[in-house]
């Protein structure tokens, strides 16, 4: 399917901060440039909401990121890590993610996922019904079927340098 591009497209963009902070670790060994990957995912559109979805700590070391995120203009959502009996930990907005993902799109032309989580499959089948639907992440970390069913995939990996700060060098 070829998907429409144009300055009039209202814009909402959902990002799964973990996922990309991990992909970005794991992948090149450095940290995400939020504000770059928004800016490429509104593609010179009307941004109408972009959202971050973080998980707070006890000892509150990411409050310089969330207020970076912030001069960004993203909007972040916390909720704390959950600690479970035995250590286990869990920090998990993928419910939250598409729930608001749903609830903005009828003001939406284009809602853009920023995770390469599978699990958001069934969300993007969904939205698919009611406008145009893109993910953005690392392919190299992101599920073969999520890139699928999206209208349109942009790749972060094409071009570490542009959205990674740090060394930026593959384990």
Not at 74 to 102: C, H, M, R, S, Y
Not at 134 to 150: H, I, N, P, Y
Request: proline share 2%; net charge positive; with cysteine.
């Amino acid at each position: 399917m070829t998907i429409i591009k144009h300055k009039n497209q209202r814009v909402g963009v959902f990002i799964d901060t973990q996922n990309l902070y991990h992909s970005a670790r794991n992948l090149h060994n450095a940290r995400v440039n939020f504000g770059a990957v928004v800016k490429e995912a509104v593609a010179g559109r009307q941004l109408v909401r972009a959202i971050a979805y973080v998980i707070t700590t006890e000892t509150g070391e990411e409050r310089a990121f969330f207020e970076a995120l912030e001069k960004a203009g993203i909007e972040t959502k916390t909720k704390p890590l959950q600690t479970f009996f035995g250590g286990a930990k869990k920090a998990d907005w993928d419910v939250g993610l598409a729930v608001d993902a749903i609830k903005f799109s009828p003001k939406l032309d284009v809602v853009v996922i920023v995770s390469g989580d599978g699990d958001f499959v069934p969300l993007v089948e969904y939205l698919k019904a009611h406008c145009q639907v893109e993910v953005v992440a690392f392919s190299r970390s992101a599920s073969g079927k999520l890139k699928e069913v999206a209208d349109a995939f942009t790749d972060l990996g094409e071009d570490p340098k542009k959205f990674l700060i740090g060394n930026g060098r593959k384990r």
